[in-house]
């Protein structure tokens, strides 16, 4: 945390101070912050890169621990996303599956899709 707050102003580092260390003590809260932060991270990166004329694609089927040991990761941290930063050979082929914005949108519950016109009123 200290790392994380050294540019904040002395007021915000000692609200931190309080409240994050208690918030972070569950190893779920630690794993699942984790996760949310390399997403949103890896996401910006890969639409920063493309500003720049840049191509990326996200891996997965790695191995983590010869990931950590190739780039000397130190034990408290985990490689949870790489992505591939470069210029495309070839464009890449479409896409399959994907879902149109109305049908995984939820607003305000599970399955109320009133982007698509259809709210369920069943819960």
């Not at 050294?6 to 809260?29: I, L, N, T």
């Not at 109320?112 to 009123?121: A, T, V």
Request: hydrophobic share 40%.
């Amino acid at each position: 945390m200290e790392r994380t707050l050294r540019k904040a102003p002395p007021e915000v580092r000692e609200m931190f101070a309080d409240m994050v260390p208690g918030f972070y003590q569950s190893e779920v809260m630690q794993r699942d912050e984790a996760v949310r932060s390399v997403g949103l991270s890896g996401m910006t990166l890969m639409l920063l890169v493309k500003d720049m004329g840049y191509d990326s694609c996200p891996l997965i089927g790695f191995d983590p621990q010869q990931v950590a040991d190739i780039v000397c990761l130190p034990p408290d941290h985990l490689p949870l996303m790489m992505l591939t930063i470069g210029k495309a050979l070839e464009p890449a082929r479409p896409r399959m599956g994907l879902l149109d914005l109305e049908e995984f949108v939820s607003i305000d519950r599970f399955g109320n899709h009133p982007l698509r016109g259809e709210i369920d009123d069943s819960y």
